[in-house]
């Protein structure tokens, strides 16, 4: 339904954030709508139905905790949800919640100006005219498509599909001669069911990936008994991980250095056999440390030339930049995938791609011919749904000049010059560097007591100050600069796009956030001007 209208909450998007946000709002009585560009909800499961498109938290951790009987109620069937799962998934909380009635589809946010004089978001879309009190941006942090600028683009005879807007009704890819640019987590997770699929699959390889094997398996009945009979205990031991996540298996505290080569061994191959992203909890500093790093690029290293039985495709599938300093990725026979006889690598660092043509790719001195490419290139991350609006706040202050040398807030919650305005999972917070449901959920109901706290003190307007935003990202600074993942190019510095200004846009660590943001609350909602 489109629609247009004032209301004292408008919340931007219907992923994961937007829903929860709007049942909050709802909870508290305030008239609220959200607009949400999709045709439907469900946000990052709506758009990403890719190949072999699934999540990589484990089943139990990925899901609303807000209400008991939600979480006691749903069945996951296997260790990690596809896409088709986790969007009937979200579909039954829109319908349980009787929250579909108040989204309004097909409408895409362009521009939002404060208006000082009224203390309202005046918002421009492409369907009609709306105006809130409070603007909620749940627009997403992997939401806005990284398309290349690749010459010839537009010559090519076949589709061409980036994977985050792969068509609802599906492909069929028998019989074709498909190539995949980018190898991170979704085309690692991609690739093996596309090689499945179709006649023949060329790999365009810019970056080797570090992956660990999933390790996909029906739910243990058992593990799901243990967790439901404390479901709340669980999910108070997950948040106190830096990652909010895994609570089924403990970070071994202690350096990969401070055991004999043996154990780190074996230690290592427990992990490997275990799967998922828990590797990475194998030892405490193996993201800190550059000898512990070594160690573990040695022995994924190491598996990657025992899987793969062609040793100059080995090599070009091993990374030799820093474990870890890009985000983790797991796989379900990505490496294996490469043994396949339909399945070509081109190492695009040695032969470059020069264009697409009409028949293909040209890379090198060789063209490849396809009939469909795949653009497994990624998003603008974090900022890009937000920057891709024109948003204005007093006396026109724009949010892209504002932001023109990289993000800066406080918290990752508020923009001083952008009164009643909220990002959910904005930069400068733990976000997409832990379990996202958690981030997600802590964000939420920080917002909704906020805003509850407001409408009790009669209180019309938030904004946070500059003094705040300063210590903040000071704060963000210090805290990154201790992490790997700054030696490497990636999407948490904005590497993957061209002009953007290299800034680590997280926060590491998700606790001592939780802390802080908990204290700022307790002291009134320090470092917030409130009128
Ligand atoms: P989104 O789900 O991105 O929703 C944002 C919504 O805002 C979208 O529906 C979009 O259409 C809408 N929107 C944006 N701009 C506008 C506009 N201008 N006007 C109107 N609407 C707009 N996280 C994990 O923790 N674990 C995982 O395993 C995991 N797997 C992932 C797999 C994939 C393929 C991707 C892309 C991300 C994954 N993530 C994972 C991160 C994931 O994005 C979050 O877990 C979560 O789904 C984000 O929810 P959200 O509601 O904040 O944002
Ligand atoms: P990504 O990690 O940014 O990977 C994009 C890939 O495309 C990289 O290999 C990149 O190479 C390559 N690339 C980008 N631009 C290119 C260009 N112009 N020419 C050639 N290659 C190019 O994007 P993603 O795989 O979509 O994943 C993004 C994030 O979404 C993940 O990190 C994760 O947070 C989330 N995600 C999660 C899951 C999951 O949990 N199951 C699945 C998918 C996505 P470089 O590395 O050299 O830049």
């Known amino acids: 339904m489109k629609s247009s209208g004032s209301f004292d909450v408008i919340i931007v998007g219907a992923g994961i954030s937007g829903l929860y946000m709007l049942y909050r709002m709802r909870q508290l009585g305030l008239s609220t709508r959200v607009i949400e560009m999709a045709s439907d909800l469900g946000g990052t499961w709506y758009w990403n139905r890719y190949p072999g498109a699934r999540c990589d938290t484990d089943t139990m951790e990925y899901s609303y905790s807000f209400d008991e009987d ?8 296997e260790r990690y949800p596809t896409q088709p799962e986790i969007l009937e998934y979200l579909n039954h909380v829109a319908d349980r919640f009787d929250l579909r009635p108040h989204i309004s589809f097909d409408t895409r946010l362009e521009a939002a100006v404060y208006a000082e004089a009224t203390n309202h978001w005046r918002l421009s879309t492409d369907g009609g005219a709306f105006s809130a009190q409070f603007l909620i941006m749940a627009t997403g942090c992997l939401s806005a498509p990284n398309i290349p600028d690749i010459a010839g683009m537009d010559t090519f005879r076949g589709p061409i599909y980036h994977t985050a807007r792969w068509p609802a009704e599906g492909l069929d890819l028998s019989g074709l001669r498909v190539g995949v640019i980018g190898t ?17 699959l060329t790999v365009f390889q810019r970056s080797p990936q570090w992956s660990i094997p999933a390790r996909n398996q029906p739910v243990d009945p058992a593990y799901v008994a243990a967790v439901k ?16 996540d895994i609570a089924s298996s403990p970070v071994n505290d202690f350096s ?14 427990e992990r490997w056999r275990q799967g998922g992203l828990s ?3 194998s030892f405490n500093d193996i993201k800190l440390a550059p000898e512990s790093n070594r160690a573990v690029a040695d022995f994924v290293r190491a598996k990657i030339r025992e899987i793969v039985k062609d040793p100059a495709v080995a090599e070009a599938l091993c990374p030799d930049y820093t474990f870890g300093c890009k985000r983790g990725v797991i ?9 396949r006889a339909n399945v070509r690598l081109v190492d695009i660092n040695a032969t470059p791609i020069h264009a697409i043509t009409s028949n293909g790719i040209r890379a090198g001195n060789a063209e490849y011919d396809l009939d469909l490419i795949v653009l497994a290139t990624g998003f603008d991350a974090m900022t890009g749904a937000l920057l891709r609006i024109d948003i204005r706040g007093r006396k026109g202050l724009s949010l892209r000049d504002k932001w023109a040398a990289g993000p800066v807030n406080y918290l990752g919650l508020g923009v001083p010059g952008f009164p009643n305005l909220f990002t959910i999972t904005g930069p400068g917070s733990p976000s997409v560097l832990a379990n996202m449901m958690m981030t997600i959920e802590h964000h939420v109901e920080w917002l909704s007591d906020c805003i509850a706290f407001m409408v ?21 600074n210090e805290v990154a600069a201790d992490s790997l993942a700054l030696t490497c190019h990636s999407w948490y510095l904005g590497a993957n796009i061209p002009g953007k200004p290299r800034v680590f846009m997280p926060l590491p660590g998700f606790p001592p956030y939780v802390e802080k943001c908990n204290e700022v609350a307790a ?3 320090e470092g917030f001007l409130m009128s």
Request: aromatic share 14%; hydrophobic share 40%; charged share 25%.
């Open 279 to 281: 590797f990475y909890n």
């Open 229 to 244: 009979s404390d479901y709340a205990g669980f999910r108070a031991r997950n948040r106190l991980r830096p990652g909010a």
């Open 456 to 476: 009790a003190e009669d209180k019309a307007c938030i904004e946070a100050t500059e003094a705040a935003q300063a210590a903040w990202v000071a704060h963000v």
């Open 523 to 525: 002291n009134g909602y």
């Open 70 to 77: 939600l979480q006691q109620e749903w069945e996951w069937p």
């Open 331 to 339: 796989d379900s026979d990505y490496y294996e995938t490469f043994n």
């Open 256 to 269: 990969a250095m401070s055991v004999s080569d043996e154990e780190r061994g074996r230690i290592f191959e």
């Open 184 to 200: 991170g987590s979704s085309g690692v997770q991609a690739i093996p069911v596309i090689a499945r699929q179709a006649a023949h």
